[in-house]
């Protein structure tokens, strides 16, 4: 059995819903002690920034920044694609702690050759 788990994700706050069943299966697989990374693309960079992802995606579903603090309390950790960051214009120095911008080639060194359980929303 593996022990990590990829989660890539290109939505933002457009779709909150995405956003929010993504972020539990993130939580999940970090909160179960898996090595976990969600690689945020396209509009999705924008939930790496401090204090940005609120309030709650549907009656029922949890609030976003309890997810987001259960996941950084979990260890799981953001890699940013530095080509949607810039794009947007946005400040490197606003990422939250457990972010940090890497591509395609920083993802690949963080899979390496063992298995990993991979996601896609």
């Known amino acids: 059995m ?3 788990t990829a989660v890539s994700l290109t939505t933002g706050m457009e779709d909150p819903e995405k956003v929010t069943v993504a972020m ?15 690689f945020l693309t396209k509009e999705a960079v924008r939930l790496a920034l401090a204090g940005y992802p ?9 609030p976003l920044p309890s997810l ?3 996941y950084a309390d979990a260890g799981g950790k953001f890699l940013v694609c530095p080509i949607c960051f810039t794009a947007r214009q946005l400040e490197a ?21 063992d298995p ?3 996601f896609s929303y």
Do not use: F, H, K, Y
């Open 2 to 4: 593996t022990s990590r």
């Open 24 to 38: 539990l299966v993130a939580v999940g697989a970090a909160e179960a002690g898996r090595e976990t990374v969600m």
């Open 68 to 70: 987001m603090q259960r």
């Open 93 to 113: 120095a606003s990422v939250s702690g457990n972010a940090a911008l890497g591509g395609t080639v920083q993802l690949w060194e963080w899979i390496g050759d």
């Open 54 to 62: 609120v309030g709650v995606a549907c009656d029922g579903c949890p």
């Open 116 to 118: 990993v359980v991979t």
